[in-house]
């Protein structure tokens, strides 16, 4: 990113008290126990099973794993998945698979 680019995200988050989320397309992760998580500003499934789901981000991906995951909503950017959930793995850019 440029350095404008930079100021500019710097002055409108101090001066629109903007969530980091919006401000950075990064995704907001809302889970529910281990029954139920509702993820936003995803970029596509890359893989799914009923153990696996793999989205794509921004910068990087998202690894959900579990027992009996059923992706219950897909709209957009959002996506809710049900099941029994054992871990959430997020993997920047930056890191190699």
Do not use: C
Request: zero cysteines; charged letters at 25%; aromatic letters at 4%.
């Amino acid at each position: 990113m440029t350095r404008i680019g930079r100021r500019l995200r710097g002055w409108t988050n101090g001066v629109l008290d903007l969530p980091q989320d919006v401000l950075q397309e990064l995704p907001r992760i809302t889970l529910i126990g281990n029954k139920e998580l509702y993820i936003e500003n995803h970029r596509g499934v890359l893989h799914f099973s009923s153990e696996q789901l793999k989205l794509a981000l921004v910068n990087g991906s998202l690894e959900i794993s579990g027992e009996g995951l059923m992706i219950r909503n897909i709209l957009g950017q959002e996506l809710t998945v049900e099941g029994v959930i054992g871990e959430i793995r997020y993997k920047g850019s930056e890191e190699k698979s």
